[in-house]
Every structure is written in structure tokens, then in C-alpha cells.
């Protein structure tokens, strides 16, 4: 598979509209358009794909607004809950969950990076069994490895139940790349 340049990285405006929802009535709210609006996000006119460094604004700015308490890996970790819950709610997040639960948590783990590529056109990911109850995952390129492990614990308690765990391996800051296990 061929890497994606940083600079062609690009986040679908469908992942865009389901983090936007983590708002909630607050995007409506005209400080939180003005400060949407100057980062480069008009929440009544998504366009079909943002660039990365947009996105990490976006997640900051509602980071902050959404979990004021929270620092860093704790905010990116709900951040990333918070996206699966929005990005559930769009055509494209629907879809893909609903594949996600016709598959079975193993099935669908193995096939995560056909369901990354709703959301960007850059992931990349590899699984390997463990168990008949784990696999091990990886993924590039990651900025915020947290973050990561919020989308996937979300993502696969809202279809495979409670016990559906993620736990964070390694994070290679230098390579991009986060290392996961996930079991059910």
C-alpha cells in the first residue's frame, strides 16, 4: 500500500460532521462558530475532506470545550469516544458500524483498516490473532495514541458489549506507529 505524504493526508468531512457533533446545541452557540470558522470549519458547509493539521485543531478546540477538566491523554481518550458516538450518527459512521456488528469483534478487528479508510485516506493497520478473544493491532501513522484507544474502545463496546477492552501497548512517536491489544 502506498504512504500518503503528510501533506496530502486528508480526513473526510464525514468524520469532520461526526466530531463535530460531540458539541452538541453548542456548535449553534456564536463564539464556538466564530472559533470553528477560524479553523477553517464552517459547521453548515462541510467540505468533502479537511487536511490533517485542521483536524488536530478541531480536536483541540472541542477537547478543551467538551472536557475542560481533563489533560491530555485522559481528554484525547474521551475525544476519541466522542467521535465514535457523532461519527455513529452520520450515513458513513452508520454503515460502518452496522458492518462492524454483522462481522463479529474478530472479524471486524481484522479488517480495521477498511474501516479507517471511511474516515482518512492515509491509515494503514495490521492485526494478528492472540487468542479466539484477542488480537493484537497496530496502526500508523498516529499523532495521539489515546485518542485512538477512545475510537476503539467505543466503537467495540457499542457493538460487541462491555467487555470489549483496548489497552495501549507502544507508541513510537519518531515512526508514528501505536501498538494495541484488543480483547472481548
Known amino acids: 500500500m502506498r504512504s500518503v505524504p503528510v501533506g496530502e493526508r486528508l480526513i473526510f468531512g464525514t468524520s469532520v460532521g461526526g466530531m463535530l457533533r460531540a458539541l452538541g446545541d453548542d456548535v449553534d452557540k456564536p463564539e464556538v462558530k466564530s472559533a470553528l470558522l477560524a479553523i477553517g470549519i464552517d459547521p453548515g458547509r462541510l467540505l468533502p475532506a479537511y487536511h490533517v493539521p485542521e483536524y488536530v485543531k478541531l480536536m483541540e ?6 472536557f475542560p477538566t481533563l489533560q491530555g491523554d485522559a481528554r484525547d481518550r474521551e475525544l476519541g469516544r466522542e467521535f465514535i458516538r457523532g461519527f455513529g450518527q452520520t450515513l458513513v459512521g452508520k454503515a460502518t458500524l452496522a458492518m462492524g456488528k454483522v462481522l463479529g469483534p474478530m472479524r471486524a478487528t481484522m479488517r480495521l483498516t477498511r474501516s479507517m479508510r471511511t474516515v482518512n485516506n492515509y491509515s494503514t493497520s495490521g492485526a494478528n490473532q492472540l487468542t479466539a478473544r484477542s488480537v493484537e ?5 498516529v499523532l495521539r495514541p489515546w485518542y ?9 463496546r457499542s457493538l460487541h458489549g462491555e467487555s470489549y477492552t483496548v ?3 507502544s507508541f513510537h512517536k519518531q515512526s508514528e506507529r501505536a501498538e494495541f491489544l484488543i480483547s472481548w
Do not use: T
Request: net charge negative.
Open 167 to 169: 489497552e495501549l501497548r
Open 137 to 141: 493491532v497496530w496502526c500508523e501513522p
Open 61 to 66: 478546540f472541542i477537547g478543551a470545550h467538551r
Open 148 to 156: 485512538y484507544v477512545g475510537v476503539f474502545e467505543e466503537g467495540g
